[in-house]
């Protein structure tokens, strides 16, 4: 399943970037991208375990930048 979600306060480039390194080790994740320019979250995961590994990847989004939030 492949779904984007926007990204509100994601403040730098470098932290996108730490995000979609970290996002993409998450078991189950087939890809993902964040853009800090259009400020979205593009992840394709396993179907089955979409919400438990999408609120991971929020973990990781908050562990990286605090003030970032994934709008759901």
Request: glycine share 2%; aromatic share 4%; net charge neutral.
């Amino acid at each position: 399943m492949k779904k984007r979600f926007k990204l509100m306060d994601l403040d730098c480039a470098n932290c996108a970037a730490k995000m979609e390194d970290a996002i993409k080790r998450i078991e189950g994740v087939n890809s993902c991208t964040v853009s800090f320019m259009a400020q979205k979250l593009t992840l394709d995961a396993e179907d089955i375990r979409f919400d438990a590994i999408l609120q991971e990847a929020i973990k990781v989004c908050k562990r990286i930048e605090p003030d970032c939030t994934v709008i759901l």
